[in-house]
């Protein structure tokens, strides 16, 4: 079946640097990529949609400028958090659909912690 | 805009017990709705699903039934393990167009032996 490789799986980094977190579909063309995140013990919130080849589209209250998302190919999508703060530690997933826009596959998450 | 209430947990059993998670949802049309699965430190792994009235989606031993007249997937399973500790998602996707799911809040189930 499909299948996402979410890399890393946890990272730690200190204030004011940037951490990439990459998703790659490995036997199907992402053609749309969505990316969530999660605080502890809450819901997967969205933070944007990419479409290969344009731009994202984040929603209502989510910093593009912070959150750079990246979907240059139809199989890897980035998400950059750039100048991380402790506010910003989270764990985020990615989820893809296909061109076909069969199912949703996700990414096995990225928990993020910033010292 | 479209939205999912989930019961809210912890919800905590003994093995063997029988599992009622609420799910209700608000939407135009006939969304389609999931249930997934969050294991500790792990991704979303999909559960079930049904994309119409009165489906039923069965996976594992859990079940749930599309009921457009009250506007709910409720999630059953008749007797459950340990190993379904995990935190549980529903979640539906609207008719239009290459839509993002929308979540419920979670609800996170432990057993015990």
């Known amino acids: 079946g499909a299948v996402v490789s979410q890399h890393p799986s946890w990272v730690i980094c200190k204030s004011g640097t940037s951490v990439k977190i990459e998703c790659r579909s490995l036997?199907?063309?992402?053609?749309?990529m969505f990316w969530y995140r999660q605080f502890p013990k809450q819901s997967l919130m969205l933070m944007a949609t990419?479409?290969?080849?344009?731009?994202?589209?984040?929603e209502q209250g989510v910093e593009k400028d912070k959150f750079l998302i990246n979907h240059a190919s139809l199989t890897l999508s980035t998400l950059t958090v750039t100048s991380a703060h402790p506010e910003d530690s989270s764990f985020y997933i990615c989820s893809a659909r296909d061109e076909r826009g069969r199912g949703y596959t996700f990414g096995s998450g990225t928990r993020l912690t910033v010292v | 805009g479209d939205s999912v209430t989930q019961m809210e947990g912890p919800v905590t059993l003994s093995e063997e017990a029988f599992l009622t998670i609420n799910c209700t949802y608000t939407a135009t049309g006939y969304p389609s709705l999931f249930w997934y699965v969050q294991y500790p430190g792990e991704g979303l792994q999909l559960l079930l699903k049904a994309t119409k009235a009165d489906d039923k989606g069965s996976n594992k031993g859990f079940e749930a039934t599309y009921r457009k007249e009250t506007t709910s997937f409720h999630l059953e399973k008749g007797s459950v393990q340990v190993s379904d500790s995990a935190v549980y998602f529903c979640?539906?996707?609207?008719?239009?167009?290459?839509?993002?799911?929308?979540f419920g809040k979670g609800t996170r189930l432990s057993v015990i032996a």
């Open positions: 990419s479409n290969e080849g344009s731009k994202a589209t984040y």
């Open positions: 979640a539906l996707r609207g008719v239009s167009g290459n839509t993002p799911l929308v």
């Open positions: 036997d199907f063309q992402a053609t749309t």
